[in-house]
């Protein structure tokens, strides 16, 4: 008798396997830690909670939850029309952003269609590339830097997407909006350029893809609530794009994609602009301390400006169990082709101060 693998989608056996950051409880039952004791630095959650204003929502959202959410995301997308100065219709709400980087791929995608990104790129656009048997081109990242110019010449007749994250996930690095822009004015006009800007909120400036969209060049952006509003676990993000694309993946997302509680949470959390101004102020802080911290401890890492830091610590793989044990839970680099690096979030001062004590510990040792 054939296995059930034998019957399989091809793309499915050799789809790659997303690595999420380890959950508190588990880490708690695995090192028999009380769970109040344990911190998460691993997945870029906001240190802060969730935004008051998108929690309150979210509470009184539940309580009609034997509702089905509006499938068409009316009120989330009316805001964000006014937010952004463009029409209800250039958006797409999604079960986190991530769905609606999957949506592209399911809407676009291929076998024989290329996708471009970087090597150290956010894994999601490996993971949409390859479910739909597409393929991958990854282009090397210097210095963990995306690198443009090379971005742009990895594109070929069969390039469908490129993807790009400023900041990018895992590394941190971002890129100059002009360079962007640029990027994004030169493709053909064949190839859909995806800037994705789940940090964008922390930086001074991000690009504005908005004229080009305008313009009929086929650039998308995606954002996300799982950040700076601290709604990760409702998962919610948006993509913004022309009416036409729209569309078309507003066909392919199931009608009910973003659950009630959470379409909710993030009406009320882009109306909640004293927490993201405090996450933000909380975020520069940290940063500032973490960096001092790995310096002071001649760990090398990548500056960035978004809500982690990528750093190389000795014997990381050790040091990801060393401060588990400890009830530090970070990210380690491996999957990403990055041994020896650790992913930071960016937490509470006292939460960074524990993190970097830790580090002084096992550096010490
Ligand atoms: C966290 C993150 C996202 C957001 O994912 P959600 O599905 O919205 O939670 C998207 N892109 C990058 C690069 C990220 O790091």
Not at 113 to 142: C, H, N, R
Not at 255 to 284: G, Q
Request: charged share 20%; aromatic share 8%; with cysteine.
């Amino acid at each position: 008798m054939g296995s059930y693998s034998d019957l399989a989608n091809r793309p499915v056996l050799t789809q790659p396997i997303y690595e999420a950051g380890r959950p508190i409880e588990v880490v708690a039952r695995d090192f028999d830690l009380d769970p109040a004791s344990v911190i998460k630095l691993a997945s870029n959650e906001n240190p802060l909670g969730p935004s008051p204003l998108g929690l309150a929502a979210a509470r009184k959202a539940l309580e009609v939850c034997h509702l089905y959410p509006d499938g068409g995301s009316t009120f989330l997308r009316e805001k964000l029309a006014k937010k952004w100065n463009l029409a209800p219709n250039n958006f797409v709400i999604g079960n986190g952003s991530n769905e609606v980087m999957i949506l592209l791929a399911q809407a676009f995608l291929r076998p024989g269609d290329e996708v471009v990104f970087g090597s150290q790129a956010f894994i999601v656009y490996k993971l949409a590339t390859m479910l739909f048997g597409a393929t991958a081109v990854e282009v090397p990242m210097p210095g963990f830097r995306h690198d443009l110019k090379a971005m742009r010449a990895a594109v070929t007749s069969r390039t469908r997407i490129l993807f790009l994250a400023s900041p990018n996930n895992p590394t941190g690095g971002t890129d100059e909006p002009a360079d962007i822009l640029a990027l994004a004015e030169s493709l053909p006009e064949d190839v859909l350029f995806c800037l994705d800007e789940a940090y964008a909120e922390y930086l001074e400036e991000s690009a504005d893809l908005r004229p080009l969209m305008a313009s009929g060049r086929k650039v998308v952006v995606s954002r996300t609530f799982s950040k700076a509003y601290g709604l990760a676990g409702l998962r919610v993000g948006y993509l913004m794009g022309s009416p036409e694309v729209c569309g078309l993946l507003n066909r392919v997302r199931q009608p009910f994609n973003v659950n009630l509680p959470a379409l909710a949470a993030a009406e009320a959390a882009l109306d909640d602009v004293a927490f993201v101004t405090r996450t933000k102020e909380v975020n520069a802080q940290g940063l500032t301390q973490l960096a001092a911290g790995l310096k002071a401890l001649g760990c090398e890492f990548i500056e960035g400006k978004a809500n982690f830091l990528a750093a190389k610590i000795p014997q990381a793989d050790e040091a990801f169990m060393y401060l588990q044990r400890a009830g530090v839970i970070v990210r380690p680099l491996k999957g990403y082709g990055m041994t020896g690096w650790l992913r930071l979030t960016v937490g509470t001062a006292a939460q960074n101060e524990r993190l970097i004590n830790e580090l002084t510990k096992l550096i010490a040792r």
